[in-house]
């Protein structure tokens, strides 16, 4: 018999809330309605009643993690409208913060994916690595979240040649441990075992439901918004695009591992090539009519924003799509048919940021005779349990 | 011959005697302006001919006496955007999720935000709003203020 | 090559190093350079009548215009709307805002977080 568990919308697991109704048939997911809309802040309604200026503050707060994301989306998008050439230096700097961004968010995520296994010691860490990244990110920036470097025209500050230094040898550390943790990965049997052929995605079925970012990539799906339609300084830099072909939740953390080091090799790159000359030009406040389409790569996937002017200094509208809604439809499919025990773990896998994407999550539970209602944390140990009693 | 100018052309063959507007403004972008009733069918040349499998997103814009729907789609390394308008006393699109399975999400994102009726859609319920949201407020309007407290 | 506790040999190396967390409040870690802290307010130099530059680009209104004669106007600082993003200080073209090192700003009551610095 089939009965429906809620699960949600408070949990401490994931940062924020969200909500499942999940039907079951004795242990193994028969289908699940994911339900958003507790995150939702109305910031498109509220981009229409402020400044470009302004506006650059508030899509920073759309996600902390993927903050630079965002506003270098929407700077580039602004400039684009306005006719601007931005000096090499500036988007040198840019770029380069966006991927110290990058290998910050993949290491914070291997640690979130370790904590829902159970494997505690490998969130701790991860984490503990991941401070070298963000006292780099201070150090450049002045702020370890929510850095503010960019602004229409450029980026605010500039990188001395002490701190260029100081970036080098952080990144001497990082990438020792990130080959460590491909390791860990890829030969620990107890992280295998809740790993592999878990959350199947097969490649069809990923180009179907249009999912974007590591989710499509560890499915086989070759597109990253860095080298299809590249920005800001990517086109100087050589780096490849990683895939798996594998489709589960470990092709997935592997394409992030190698993500990773992809990106510190790019971060060497881009502060060995950096170019001399100023690092913004000054901009108009008014923008004159038009629309422009803006995208990025995030940690999590394509970025797009759409700007419409109307000729003042307020956008007559903005509309922002975040990668993790676009992952959705994907995360879905992928959890029928496996066990109750490996929801966590496969919701994890998509990354989800859940206030990049601006929904709010209700869950409705189907009537039905039985219903259990689990809070994340029951149902995280839930798994733990399951997995360790299975032999 | 650069991959917009192709797509451009290709187009412009199949459909051109509908007087479609098409503007490249720079390389990896191109506008294409079409009428409402047209939309499933462009949609279903794009898949067919031109191997589109990916939408990226759906905007909806308030206009005054139109809402003008954008489809934002990814298609051989070009962004191209299909523009729409309907009239906003009868504001009814089309679903092209039997065409790309993708956009279900987005299709109910524009329904519940800015009160556009998409014909036929699978699943028609609320995305972002709250339930007990009142029925025929649409915030993303422009007669819809935020009030100051 | 699968193996159960592939990291136990880190662990354990681990337990003959000094400790990564820093026990704050008793130890601190030093600021970096050009850290944006609290807003500071230079009374000399703001120029009384540009009618709040400062105001009109700050992206929480954290900054409200006071009158203090017919035409001129100073700003007051409202920390507990302030994002500490530096906008005010690009905007003004005197150079009256700068910010300083001190982050540990917290109060107990909302109003002694009005910082008027003249």
Known sequence: MAYTIPIGPQHPALKEPANLAVTVDGETVVDVDLRLGYNHRGMEKAAQQRSYIQNIYLTERICGICSMAHTTTFCQGVEELLGLEIPKRGLFIRTLVCELERIHSHLLWLGVAGHELGFDTLFMYTWRDREIVMDLLELVSGNRVNYGMNTIGGVRRDITDEMRTQILEGMQPLEERSHYYLGVASSEATFLRRTEGVGMLPKEKAIELCAVGPTARGSGVEYDVRRDDPLAAYPYLDFEVITSDRGDVLGRTVVRALELIQSIKMCRQLIEELPEGEVRVKAPRKVAPGEVVSKNEAPRGEVIHYIRSNGTDRPARLKVRAPTMANFPAVLYSLKGGYIADIPIVLAAIDPCFSCTDRVMIVDSKHSKRKQVMSWEELRQYGIRWYGEKD | MPVESEIQGKLEEAFGKLGFEIDVPREHRLFVRIPAAQLKEVVEYLKRSLDMTHITTITAIDVGDDIEVLYHFFCQGVAITLKTSVPKADPVVDTITPIIPGAVLYEREIQDLLGLKVKDHPDPRRLVLPEDWEEGVYPLRQDYEIKEE | ?118
């Open chain 3, 1 to 118: 090559m699968l193996r159960i506790g592939s990291m136990l040999p880190e662990i354990t190396k681990h337990l003959f190093r000094k400790r990564a967390t820093v026990l704050y409040p008793f130890e601190r870690l030093e600021v970096p350079r050009d850290f944006r802290g609290k807003p500071t307010y230079d009374p000399e130099t703001c120029s009384l009548k540009c009618k709040g530059l400062c105001a009109t680009d700050c992206p929480a209104k954290a900054i409200v215009m006071e009158q203090v004669g017919e035409k001129e106007t100073r700003p007051v600082f409202l920390l507990d709307r302030c994002l500490f993003c530096g906008q005010c200080a690009e905007s003004c073209p005197f150079g009256a805002i700068s910010f300083s090192e001190e982050f540990e700003l917290a109060q107990y009551e909302r109003d002694s977080l009005v910082a008027k610095q003249w």
